[in-house]
């Protein structure tokens, strides 16, 4: 984010401040942010089809955003980061929108998880959400502690079972951030992309990961 | 509630948890995920970066807006009432050096700089970013540290919005004395 809000002196001051100027500056901040997060959102929701539509749609939610989050100015914690809360009130409105039977007609699954490679369909099912926690505590337990470099030596066996099951290029993204710690900047930089790229492909790596990992071993403790 | 840090880890499962919430069209878990960056500014910059790279991947990005252009669409479509000129005298460095002594906001190690300024009238940039404030720094030749002049500009962004308030009480006041005007007539005629 370009500006963010500061605070620590927002809390200290004895200065009047408006609430609603408050939330304007953070609008104004944020706003190309704003914009573009709606866009997403609204693509991904599958409330609409085409570019054409999604932006129209997207600036329709933009503005009823900025209305509302006028409105509530005096319900906003200036120590609260505001885009996050902005893009909050636009998730709403998407959902209203969502159950508004206009709309829900038109309801798509428009964006598959086109990422998977080679996935099966015994790989493609939903976990229920035991299966989610325990996928994660197992996986969790690989990946996080092999973050801490004194424990990598011991973690290296399950590290590369678990790297096997992946594609090439989840083993390479996966690798860079588990045994190299690479993140953010750093492991865009050596990607070639932008960091929320990195951050896209990462997180996806370790869904691919998480599926192929119960889809192989299955639930242990069942 | 202040902004809390999250772990690198928690964070990296929240940051998993959005994307898979995006790519599943799970409007519920991105709304708790935001809940959780409105308590965490590094994940709530995350999610901004990981938004425009969505965009990217769609086909929707954004070009950036030009701050003035988004003030300027604010003013004239939620904030009508900022259109109301009324001269207010600008605040000045000194003011704001005033300000941050008084609540005890200087960096020990500015304390003896800051001094300097308390007796300085130059108005403050219109645009209250850090590189004007580091820039009218410069023009000073001010030996400051870079924490103060991020306190400065904190404090001059608030300072300028009560100064606007300011204005814009002003402005309700012109308005509603205008011959003409409805609700000054309604008074006048109640009277």
Known sequence: MSVTMEPSTTRNTS???????????????????????????????????????????????????????????????????????????????????????????????????????????????????????????????????????????????????????????????????????????????????????????????????????????????? | MMNQPNSKAQIERSITRYVRALDASNLDEIAEVLQIAEEDAELDRIIGEINWAYAEEIGLSVNSVDSEKVRKLLQENFLSVFSESIEISPITVGEVTAHLIANQLVPPADQENSLKLLHINIPLPKWLSLPEIRSLSHQLSLNVSERFLKVFRDAAIQMSMGRGQAQMTAARRKTSCRPGNDRSNEENNAK
Not at chain 1, 149 to 162: G, I, K, T, V, Y
């Open chain 1, 15 to 222: 200065l009047p401040i408006s609430q609603k100027e408050v939330v304007s500056l953070a609008i104004e901040a944020h706003y190309s942010n704003l914009q573009t997060g709606i866009r997403v959102l609204v693509a991904r929701s599958g409330l609409v089809d085409g570019e054409t539509k999604i932006v129209e749609t997207a600036n329709e939610i933009l503005q009823n955003t900025i209305e509302v989050a006028l409105q509530a100015a005096d319900r906003f914690d200036p120590t609260r980061s505001s885009y996050s809360w902005l893009m909050g009130i636009a998730v709403n409105k998407v959902r209203e929108m969502r159950r508004d039977a206009k709309y829900e007609t038109k309801r798509v699954q428009v964006f598959e998880d086109k990422d998977v490679d080679n996935d099966g369909p015994n790989e493609r099912r939903e976990l229920n959400d035991n299966e989610d926690s325990t996928a994660e505590e197992r996986i969790d337990a690989v990946l996080y502690r092999t973050s801490n470099r004194s424990a990598l030596e011991d973690q290296q066996q399950p590290l590369n079972e678990m790297l096997a099951l992946v594609n090439e290029s989840d083993r390479k993204i996966l690798t860079l951030a588990i045994v190299d710690g690479l993140s953010g900047v750093d492991l865009a930089a050596t990607l070639g992309i932008r960091e929320g790229a990195a951050y896209v492909r990462l997180a996806r790596a370790k869904e691919h990961l998480r599926k192929k990992y119960f889809a192989t071993f299955g639930r242990k403790d069942s």
